[in-house]
Each structure stands twice: as structure tokens, then as C-alpha cells.
């Protein structure tokens, strides 16, 4: 399996602008999560999903942030409009019973974003 | 208010000796605990985890211990590489208490293993 693959690795945009990170899971899993780590925050959950449907958005930190996963392999995360403090790596996650036990999550390698 | 904390940002190991990364956790609900290993523009990779009924688990060089009353656990790494250079984050799960599969983690600590 390629495992947890995420899109772009490296986003630079100027505050204002849009801002669209992919995600693409584990296939058969069935819990997918959005997080992001800052220095200061450290690694922090944005929400997660199980089975498609958002379950937990409370990390979600404004409106300006918004995700949707329209089916099973495939996620997005959506920031509108950007702001030079949404600066951060934001990972995708999955988990599910292939995994072998829900807990043990599966991480992609990340989008270094900076918005300008 | 940090559920789960790892209050050395930093440890520097001699390659052959033990590394011993802590953990504290506040929630007593937790009951389900993970290492997660971070190389530099990757992922974080799941290491090792220990249920709230052991109080150690070990896989080859790496031992993750749990002491509930105090609301710790610790990993440990015998001998240490430099291959495990990397930042090492503990988690917490709640997996009966509240959202299964939702993990909270800590801060995180790089550890440094010098040949």
C-alpha cells in the first residue's frame, strides 16, 4: 500500500488567498484525521471523520477553516481566507481495523504551508 | 490546559546507552498510550503502545513503561543508534471514555544519539 499520501508537500501563498490541502487515506480504512503542528502548539487534532462524516471539529480554530470528505478516499481541508498565522504543517491521518487496532494511526508526510 | 505533557524538549544520548523519554498524562480516562517517532519533512510513525491493563510492553530495542497511579510512562531505548535521532511524541487515547480512535498528543522530544 503507498500508505497515506498528501498533497501539495509545500504550499506558499499570500495572505487572503485561498488555500486547498488534499488527502488521500489508507484504502479500507475508515477513520480519517486532520491535524496541525506549530512550535508553539505543538501537534494538534483539526477534526476527524468516521466513515466520511466529520465526528469532531471542535479543534477546528475558525470558520476560515473547513473540511469535507466526499467519499472514501479522499479528503480536503480548505482555508478562506489564509493568514500568516495559519503557517504550520498539517498531516492527514487513518486508522481502521486493517490496521489492526483503531489507536494505531497511519500518518502522511505532510504540507508545509506558508502564507505570506 | 495539556492532557498530555513531555516536559523535556530535548535529550542527548551517547550511541550504546539507554535513552529514557517521559511522559505525563492527566486524564484519567485515558487508557490507551503510543510512541510516535518523527524524522525531519516526514510523518509521524507509530512506534510502540501499552494498554492501561499492562504496565510494560517491549519490542525488540524499545520498552514503553506505564505507571497509572502516577499518571506516567516512560519509553526506553536499549542500545541507542543514531538512527533514532529523531523527535518522539507520546499520545493518549480514550478509548471507552470518549471519541474512539481520537489521540491526543504531547509536544514532543528530540532526542540526539551521538555516535
Known amino acids: 500500500d503507498a500508505g497515506v499520501i498528501q498533497s501539495p508537500r509545500h504550499e506558499v501563498t499570500e495572505m487572503g488567498q485561498e488555500v486547498t490541502l488534499r488527502c488521500k487515506p489508507i484504502?479500507?480504512?475508515?477513520?480519517l484525521f486532520w491535524y496541525r503542528q506549530t512550535m508553539m502548539r505543538g501537534l494538534e487534532l483539526l477534526i476527524y471523520?468516521?466513515?466520511?462524516?466529520?465526528?469532531?471539529d471542535s479543534g477546528m480554530p475558525e470558520d476560515r477553516f473547513s473540511a469535507k470528505m466526499p467519499n472514501a478516499s479522499f479528503s480536503t481541508l480548505k482555508i478562506q481566507p489564509s493568514e500568516p498565522r495559519d503557517s504550520a504543517v498539517y498531516f492527514c491521518?487513518?486508522?481502521?481495523?486493517?490496521?489492526?487496532?483503531?489507536?494505531?494511526?497511519?500518518f502522511g508526510p505532510g504540507t508545509r504551508l506558508t502564507v505570506l | 490546559d495539556q492532557q498530555v505533557k513531555q516536559n523535556s524538549p530535548s535529550l542527548s544520548v551517547q550511541e550504546g546507552r539507554i535513552s529514557i523519554l517521559n511522559c505525563d498524562y492527566t486524564?484519567?480516562?485515558?487508557?490507551?498510550f503510543l510512541w510516535y517517532k518523527k524524522y525531519p519533512a516526514e510523518g509521524p510513525t507509530f512506534l510502540i503502545s501499552?494498554?492501561?491493563?499492562?504496565d510494560k510492553n517491549e519490542d525488540g530495542r524499545f520498552t514503553v513503561f506505564l505507571n497509572k497511579s502516577a499518571k506516567h510512562l516512560s519509553l526506553h531505548i536499549v542500545p541507542s543508534q543514531p538512527g533514532d535521532s529523531a523527535v518522539y511524541f507520546c499520545?493518549?487515547?480514550?478509548?471507552?471514555?470518549?471519541?474512539?480512535?481520537?489521540?491526543?498528543f504531547g509536544k514532543g522530544t528530540k532526542l540526539s544519539v551521538k555516535p
Open positions: 471523520f468516521n466513515n466520511n462524516v466529520p465526528i469532531d
Open positions: 501499552i494498554s492501561s491493563i499492562k
Open positions: 486524564n484519567s480516562m485515558f487508557d490507551y
Open positions: 484504502s479500507g480504512h475508515d477513520y
Open positions: 491521518a487513518s486508522s481502521g481495523r486493517l490496521a489492526g487496532n483503531y489507536n494505531e494511526q497511519f
Open positions: 499520545a493518549a487515547s480514550a478509548r471507552y471514555g470518549g471519541s474512539q480512535g481520537n489521540l491526543i
